[in-house]
């Protein structure tokens, strides 16, 4: 199967970060493919991406960059696919540089921007994108995201539980 998700970044010292969009979609088993792509140091090639990537069958782009981060906005401006930015945190500033340059889209140009790191929920959010289609796939993904969100439920139950247990063993002065 060809990918469906493209997720690319500025720099593959972006990759610590980024991997966390590609566990995630593996987790749904979504296809998809890697890249460094960078509006700053190719800007051709990455127009050249952004333009192509609907045609050669992907149907969403996650974008993670840090600092002066106009990668997800340059894509989303020469493609038609939803894109997802992901702020990359660089050693200065704790990527809020990296969160501003990604959110503050001019109207017209949308990137959905995850939290600072937030790599994870980008995943989970292209795989939910994929899932709000009407063909038996997206079904399908919608079914695992269902077992997903249950087992989220679970474990803040159980964290829940085990907290109450900790403070009805507590007796005495403070209990
Ligand atoms: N923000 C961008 C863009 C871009 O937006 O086009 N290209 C590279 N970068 C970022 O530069 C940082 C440092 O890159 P290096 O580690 O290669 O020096 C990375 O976080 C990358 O995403």
């Known amino acids: 199967m060809s990918a469906i998700v493209g997720v690319v970044m500025g720099s ?6 980024m991997s966390d969009a590609v566990e995630a979609l593996a987790e749904f088993d979504v296809e998809v493919e890697v890249d460094v792509v960078s509006a700053h140091r190719m800007p051709q090639e990455m127009i050249a991406y ?29 493609t038609p696919l939803p894109v997802i930015g992901v702020p990359v945190p660089l050693r200065h500033l704790d990527g809020m540089d990296s969160l501003l340059s990604i959110v503050q889209m001019p109207s017209g140009v949308p990137v959905a921007t995850v939290s600072v790191g937030g790599a994870r929920n980008a995943g989970l959010l292209a795989a939910r994108i994929l899932g709000a289609g009407a063909d038996d796939g997206a079904a399908q993904l919608r079914e695992k995201m269902g077992q997903f969100q249950q087992g989220l439920r679970e474990t803040a139950q159980a964290k829940g539980a085990k907290l109450r247990a900790s ?9």
């Open 167 to 175: 403070r009805a063993h507590r007796t005495g002065f403070g209990s």
């Open 12 to 17: 593959d010292s972006d990759w610590p970060v």
């Open 50 to 78: 952004g333009e192509q990537a609907a045609g050669r069958g992907l149907r969403v782009i996650i974008a993670g960059a840090g600092g002066a981060a106009h990668l997800p906005g340059m894509l989303a401006a020469v």
